[in-house]
């Protein structure tokens, strides 16, 4: 890991429905994304793109499943701006959408890059995947 960028903060980040020509496939792609499961993603509401001076600088797809449970499938930011708190925005921002659309439980895959992250942020393994449970308030 890199010493931290004072400069940059992560409130400079803003996250966004990406348009078409951003659409941040290579992006889904190194966050572990299948490249079937890419192409479907164009269509999904659930695609967003972090970006700060107008580049595309990280990316998740988060998706419904069964009930109150929504899948982040995947989670990517490039090299430059890693381990400067985009990850964890990126993440908080997908579980806000998921909850605003009734959410209640996130899960993803286990054994990511992303595992330490997601611990430090309350999800805990169980049966292979990461699972975060929301309490409505």
């Known amino acids: 890991m890199h010493a931290p960028d004072l400069a940059f903060l992560t409130r400079k980040v803003r996250i966004y429905f990406p348009f078409a020509t951003e659409f941040p496939a290579e992006m889904l792609a190194l966050g572990g994304l299948p490249e079937a499961r890419i192409n479907e ?20 797809l988060i998706a419904p499943e069964a009930g109150p449970r ?27 959408v998921a909850e605003a659309k009734g959410g209640r439980i996130i899960v993803c895959t286990a ?3 992303a595992d330490s992250l997601l611990d430090r942020l309350g999800f805990t393994c169980t049966s292979g995947e990461r699972v975060l449970e929301l309490t409505p308030e």
């Open 41 to 60: 993603a164009r269509s999904l509401p659930l695609v967003r793109v972090a970006k700060t001076g107008g580049e595309v600088i990280g990316a998740y």
């Open 70 to 96: 929504y899948r982040l499938e995947a989670l990517a930011v490039v090299p430059a701006y890693r381990g400067r708190g985009v990850g964890s925005w990126l993440i908080g921002h997908a579980i806000g």
């Open 111 to 113: 054994g990511t890059p």
